[in-house]
């Protein structure tokens, strides 16, 4: 069974360019969960979506936004990149709010953004 | 919202002995807490994880004990091996597995 996928492996972009970074879950799940990983920070929560929709935010400014699609692939956009939004994100899958969750979440590999 | 820390930052041990990570939460309704381990370059994965109904989990060499009075709850690592080498995080969360807050992780060196 394929794990959890995500899009590119790394991405250079300037300042105030766009990042859009895609994640596919297992099959099965039904939500998405995106973390920003910055050095010496930890994972910090930035979205979770279930059955395509956004049912939490973490504490990231509007210009981290993000989308589910009918097959519950993900999509995470930065806009206005900052130098600060280098971080590896990643994307986390589980089976949501169906019942059949076990509580664990699924990490996929993660996108290296770097911002210069 | 729910803040999670992890102490200490960085944990040396002699292969064979044990290691043990603290964890504090700050939002008493936390009633999952799991924790992952990260070795380096690849993606986080569940170890162990424990719901506020039980005070201790083990399994295998790994154990994890939680305290709910004074909020915080323990990873136990017996009988070290180079392999358990890696960042821990510790997790908690209000609302089961569905919005965990992690804590900024633990690096736990195992000399041989």
């Known amino acids: 069974e394929a794990g959890v996928t995500q899009s590119p492996t790394h991405l250079i972009k300037t300042r105030g360019q766009q990042a859009t970074l895609r994640c596919s879950p297992i099959s099965g799940h039904t939500s998405v969960y995106w973390y920003q990983q910055a050095l010496g920070l930890g994972l910090q929560f930035l979205l979770w979506y279930d059955e395509g929709e956004e049912r939490n935010r973490g504490n990231f400014p509007p210009r981290f936004s993000g989308r589910q699609f009918p097959n519950y692939s993900s999509e995470l956009n930065v806009n206005a990149l900052e130098l600060e939004d280098s971080a590896l994100y990643l994307c986390?899958?589980?089976?949501?709010?169906?019942?059949?969750?076990?509580?664990?979440?699924?990490f996929g590999e993660g996108s290296r953004l770097t911002v210069l | 919202g729910e803040n999670v820390e992890q102490h200490p930052s960085t944990l040396s041990v002699q292969e064979g002995d044990s290691a043990v990570i603290k964890c504090t939460y700050s939002d008493s309704a936390s009633n999952y807490f799991p924790w992952y381990k990260q070795e380096l370059g690849k993606r986080p994965q569940l170890i162990i994880d424990i719901r506020s109904n039980v005070g201790e989990k083990k399994d295998q060499r790994i154990a994890v004990t939680l305290n709910k009075t004074a909020k915080h709850f323990s990873l136990h690592i017996t009988e070290t091996q180079p392999e358990d080498s890696a960042v821990y995080f510790c997790a908690a969360s209000p609302y089961g597995n569905n919005r965990l807050a992690f804590g900024k992780g633990n690096q736990v060196v195992v000399i041989p």
């Open positions: 986390a899958s589980n089976a949501g709010t169906s019942g059949q969750n076990t509580g664990e979440l699924f």
